[in-house]
């Protein structure tokens, strides 16, 4: 019910002014061509003129139509690129990379551009290689449950095409309705079922990728053990696109619930999430599904941009945080009897962990429950402009990390009307993963310099990473270190120089050369 609804309200793109620190830098990639009108010659033989994009001649697109793919999700990330080129086959992907390689011109790979780390556009004018005219099923087994799709198939499509089947996509999140498959596992998206189904290391069973000079690697097997060597499709999930362009995705669905309820907590502090959370999970075992956290500025947010309807005052009354959770499961009435016994043994406990539980009792509540927490991110973009901060800290510390980050914006004088309005903290409690939230009138060089690297200081301090799960990007190119060693750095540089030695894909992303 969730998913229809947010299958066809397709993620609006947010353009504005930034300041000068978000504008890509004059100087080019000296080791990089630009683009030439030869160049857009010869894309125009490998693809038909409807796939061809660019301000140069042969072709006549107006700048303006390049915007969207200039242009990130939250407008924090401009490109300057002249070419866009949307391949329908793998063979005209692998031709049009055989082209840059030769001519060394940059190339951005590019699905649904809901990317949150400025990756998924160009940094100075890289072509761009968006992948949405391949957007087939290659094949779906509905007794082994594996899907074979093309990588720019959206997310909600490929859960549309496998519910008859009563399969279910193993991953969820709230950029679904325009988000790729193959953008999903460039970025190894975490999401909503990550507690439940575990990570796309796991459930990716092959994937087809162009490689930077062309060669088509096909690893698209559709088996669930293969112990031939080194498992090499790992290296590209959370490449985002550094090694390659995916083309193709064989992926293991599981079957869909038998059922599946929801039910919001409403907590009256922080350190109740933890002692809450090992109660659920000993109350709930198997069919705990999802353990999702906002705290109140997060959920006041989500119900004043229209994110799913609102508890009652009464309800919230005293609520310092919220939890959402899930169950799903084989049999409805076992599920909401433990659902229920549950929510009783909750509220009516000596020193109470809730003050209240609102159980959803239709698909309808189901869903609103749902978009009070998923839809965070949305009314975060409606109150202003968010500095994103995608962190991998000990759960006991999730509040601390945000309590600190306020007081630091306050001290430096930031924290009011016209500089920054909010620091929010939401996330997967259940998989360690919290996204911290700063929301500013507009992006300035004043709140940037008060956030970095302070932020990445604290992480490092709790021994967490810098991305749990939106990737490096453009972002955090230059931060990297604070989650990885030296050692590791130096080998993730030699693997980039073994598959791309010209520098050519996704250049200035993830790692610095
Ligand atoms: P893009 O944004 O187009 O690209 C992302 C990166 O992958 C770029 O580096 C790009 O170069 C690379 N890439 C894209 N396609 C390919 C390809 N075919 N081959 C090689 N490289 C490629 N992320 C989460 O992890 N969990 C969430 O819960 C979550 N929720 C979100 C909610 C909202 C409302 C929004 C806007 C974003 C959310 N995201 C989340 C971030 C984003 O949706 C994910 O990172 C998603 O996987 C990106 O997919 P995409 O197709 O939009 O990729
Ligand atoms: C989520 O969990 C997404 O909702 C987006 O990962 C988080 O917008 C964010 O910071
Ligand atoms: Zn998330």
């Known amino acids: 019910m969730l998913s229809l609804l947010l299958a066809r309200r397709c993620l609006p793109r947010r353009l504005a002014c930034v300041p000068r620190r978000w504008h890509s830098a004059e100087a080019p990639f000296e080791h990089l061509n630009p683009v030439t009108e030869q160049d857009v010659q010869q894309f125009a033989s490998i693809l038909p003129p ?12 107006a700048a303006s ?4 793919y200039n242009n990130d999700w939250m407008g924090k990330y401009h490109g300057k690129s002249t070419t866009v080129l949307k391949p329908k086959t793998t063979q005209q992907v692998s031709d049009i990379v055989k082209l840059c390689w030769e001519r060394r011109v940059g190339i951005v790979p590019q699905g649904g551009n809901t990317g949150l780390v400025g990756g998924s556009v160009p940094i100075h004018d890289e072509v761009v290689v968006n992948l949405s005219n391949m957007n087939k099923v290659r ?7 594996i899907l074979v799709a093309d990588a720019g198939c959206i997310l909600q499509s490929l859960t549309d095409y496998i519910a008859p089947h009563h399969h279910i996509m ?6 679904k309705g325009s988000c790729h498959i193959g953008g999903n596992v460039a970025t190894n998206a975490g999401g909503l079922r990550l507690l439940r189904y575990g990570s796309l290391h796991g459930s990716v069973l092959g994937i087809e990728v162009v490689l930077p000079d062309g060669t088509i690697l096909d690893q698209l097997t559709s088996l669930r053990k293969d112990n031939t060597g080194y498992d090499l499709k ?11 362009i995916i083309t193709g995705v064989s992926i293991l669905t599981p079957p869909a619930p038998q059922a599946s309820n929801n ?18 999970k000993r109350q709930l075992s198997e069919i705990l599904s999802a353990f999702e956290f906002i705290d109140r500025t997060a959920y006041d947010l989500a119900v004043k941009h229209g994110q799913g309807r609102g508890l009652t005052e009464e309800e919230v009354d005293g609520a310092q945080c919220f939890v959402l959770v899930e169950t799903s499961g084989g049999r409805r009435d076992h599920d909401e009897e433990k659902l229920n016994d549950l929510l009783e043994s909750l509220l009516g406990a000596d020193q109470p962990l809730i003050t209240n539980g609102v159980l959803s009792q239709s698909p309808a509540q189901f869903s609103s429950l749902w978009s009070l927490r998923e839809g965070v991110t949305e009314a975060v973009s409606k109150e202003g402009k968010a500095y994103k901060y995608d962190i991998s800290v000990p759960l006991s510390t999730f509040k601390q990390v945000v309590d600190v980050t306020r007081d630091h914006l306050r001290s430096k004088g930031l924290l009011h009307d016209g500089a920054v309005k909010h620091v929010i903290g939401y996330g997967h409690v259940g998989d360690g993963n919290l996204h911290l939230n700063v929301i500013a009138e507009q992006y300035t060089d004043e709140i940037q310099d008060a956030l970095e690297p302070f932020i990445y200081e604290l992480v490092a301090s709790h021994r967490g990473s810098i991305s749990a799960e939106h990737g490096i990007g453009a972002m955090k190119t230059h931060a990297l270190h604070f989650s990885k060693s030296d050692v590791s750095i130096a080998l993730m540089k030699q693997i980039k120089q073994l598959f791309d030695p010209r520098g050519i894909m996704n250049p200035g992303k993830v790692i610095e050369l």
């Open 50 to 61: 409807s796939s061809v994009l660019s301000t140069l001649p042969p072709s006549s697109t």
């Open 65 to 68: 139509e390049l915007d969207q």
């Open 139 to 145: 094949s779906f087994d509905p007794v082994s449950g």
């Open 170 to 175: 193993p991953l969820d999140l709230g950029a």
């Open 234 to 244: 790992q290296l590209f999930i959370g490449a985002e696109g550094t090694l390659g």
């Open 263 to 280: 039910v919001i907590l409403a907590l009256p502090h922080f350190d109740n999430v933890l002692p809450l959370y090992k109660e659920v």
